[in-house]
C-alpha cells in the first residue's frame, strides 16, 4: 500500500472519500464538482483511494485529491474503509467516483448533521431518458417510506456519516461482495438517525446501459429484496 499525501488540510471539517478502479473516464468530473463546490475549500479534504489501477486514473486524481491511497486489494468497502482510517474529518463523505454533486451539497450537509448522524440525498440519472426519469422518480418517491421503517435500499452513491458513528459500528464489511450500502445504513440506523434530503446528487447509469436496463432494474429489486429477508448479498461483476 502507498500514500500520497499531495495537500495538506490542517483541519478539515468533511472529508470526501472516493474509492477508485480504472475510472478515468468518469472519475475527472467527479473530482471537479466535489473540487467545486460553495464550501470553502481549506474546510473539506479529498481522498482517493485506488485499486492499484492500470489507467490513468491516478494520474488525474492527483489535480485534485489531497491524499491518494493506492492499495492492491479491491473491492468498494475496502476503499472505503481505507479511506476512512486516513481521514481527518468530523464527517465523512463516501461518493462513488461516477458520481456528481452539485456546488453547494457539502456546505448543505454540514447544516444537515445538526440534527443527524447519517445523511442520504435523493438521486438523479446521468442519462434523462423516460426509462430512467421513471425509475428514479419511483425510487425517490418510496425512500421516505423505506426509511420510515428503517429501510434503505440504497444509498452508495453518496453517504454521508459522522466518523465517531463510522468507527463505532466498525465501517462497511468488506466481506460483503454487493449491499455493503444496505448493510451499512441498516447498522448506523440502530444507533443514529439517519437523514434524506431534497438535495439530488447526479449518478451514472453506466451498469444499466451495459448490462440491459431492465434486466439490471430486476436484478437490484431482486438483490435488496433478498438481502433484507435472507441478508445475502447479489452477485454483480464488479466495477471498482
Same mark, same amino acid.
Given at each position: 500500500?502507498?500514500?500520497?499525501?499531495?495537500?495538506?488540510?490542517?483541519?478539515?471539517?468533511?472529508?470526501?472519500?472516493?474509492?477508485?478502479?480504472?475510472?478515468?473516464?468518469?472519475?475527472?468530473?467527479?473530482?471537479?464538482?466535489?473540487?467545486?463546490?460553495?464550501?470553502?475549500?481549506?474546510?473539506?479534504?479529498?481522498?482517493?483511494?485506488?485499486?492499484?489501477?492500470?489507467?490513468?486514473?491516478?494520474? &488525474?486524481? %492527483?489535480?485534485?485529491? $489531497?491524499?491518494?491511497? /493506492?492499495?492492491? +486489494?479491491?473491492?468498494? #468497502?475496502?476503499?472505503?474503509?481505507?479511506?476512512?482510517?486516513?481521514?481527518?474529518?468530523?464527517?465523512?463523505?463516501?461518493?462513488?467516483?461516477?458520481?456528481?454533486?452539485?456546488?453547494?451539497?457539502?456546505?448543505? &450537509?454540514? %447544516?444537515?448533521?445538526? $440534527?443527524?448522524?447519517? /445523511?442520504?440525498? +435523493?438521486?438523479?440519472? #446521468?442519462?434523462?431518458?423516460?426509462?430512467?426519469?421513471?425509475?428514479?422518480?419511483?425510487?425517490?418517491?418510496?425512500?421516505?417510506?423505506?426509511?420510515?421503517?428503517?429501510?434503505?435500499?440504497?444509498?452508495?452513491?453518496?453517504?454521508?456519516?459522522?466518523?465517531?458513528?463510522?468507527?463505532?459500528?466498525?465501517?462497511?464489511?468488506?466481506?460483503?461482495?454487493?449491499?455493503?450500502?444496505?448493510?451499512?445504513?441498516?447498522?448506523?440506523?440502530?444507533?443514529?438517525?439517519?437523514?434524506?434530503?431534497?438535495?439530488?446528487?447526479?449518478?451514472?447509469?453506466?451498469?444499466?446501459?451495459?448490462?440491459?436496463?431492465?434486466?439490471?432494474?430486476?436484478?437490484?429489486?431482486?438483490?435488496?429484496?433478498?438481502?433484507?429477508?435472507?441478508?445475502?448479498?447479489?452477485?454483480?461483476?464488479?466495477?471498482?
Amino acid at each position: 500500500m502507498k500514500v500520497l499525501k499531495i495537500r495538506k488540510r490542517k483541519r478539515p471539517i468533511i472529508s470526501v472519500i472516493v474509492p477508485t478502479y480504472q475510472e478515468e473516464k468518469y472519475i475527472e468530473p467527479t473530482l471537479i464538482a466535489i473540487s467545486n463546490q460553495t464550501l470553502k475549500r481549506s474546510k473539506y479534504e479529498i481522498i482517493v483511494c485506488d485499486a492499484n489501477s492500470k489507467d490513468r486514473t491516478v494520474e &488525474i486524481a %492527483k489535480k485534485y485529491a $489531497d491524499k491518494i491511497i /493506492i492499495t492492491n +486489494k479491491r473491492g468498494i #468497502a475496502i476503499g472505503r474503509n481505507l479511506g476512512a482510517k486516513y481521514a481527518k474529518g468530523k464527517y465523512l463523505v463516501f461518493i462513488d467516483a461516477d458520481t456528481i454533486i452539485l456546488p453547494q451539497t457539502l456546505e448543505r &450537509i454540514i %447544516k444537515e448533521f445538526s $440534527d443527524c448522524n447519517c /445523511i442520504i440525498p +435523493k438521486a438523479l440519472p #446521468a442519462n434523462f431518458s423516460s426509462f430512467f426519469i421513471f425509475i428514479y422518480f419511483f425510487y425517490n418517491l418510496f425512500l421516505p417510506f423505506f426509511s420510515m421503517l428503517k429501510i434503505y435500499p440504497a444509498g452508495g452513491y453518496f453517504i454521508g456519516v459522522e466518523r465517531r458513528i463510522f468507527r463505532k459500528i466498525g465501517g462497511f464489511d468488506e466481506n460483503l461482495e454487493t449491499d455493503e450500502d444496505i448493510d451499512f445504513l441498516k447498522r448506523v440506523s440502530k444507533i443514529g438517525k439517519i437523514k434524506l434530503i431534497n438535495l439530488p446528487v447526479i449518478i451514472s447509469t453506466r451498469r444499466f446501459e451495459k448490462e440491459g436496463k431492465v434486466k439490471t432494474t430486476l436484478k437490484f429489486i431482486l438483490s435488496f429484496l433478498r438481502f433484507q429477508i435472507f441478508g445475502i448479498g447479489g452477485k454483480y461483476k464488479p466495477i471498482r
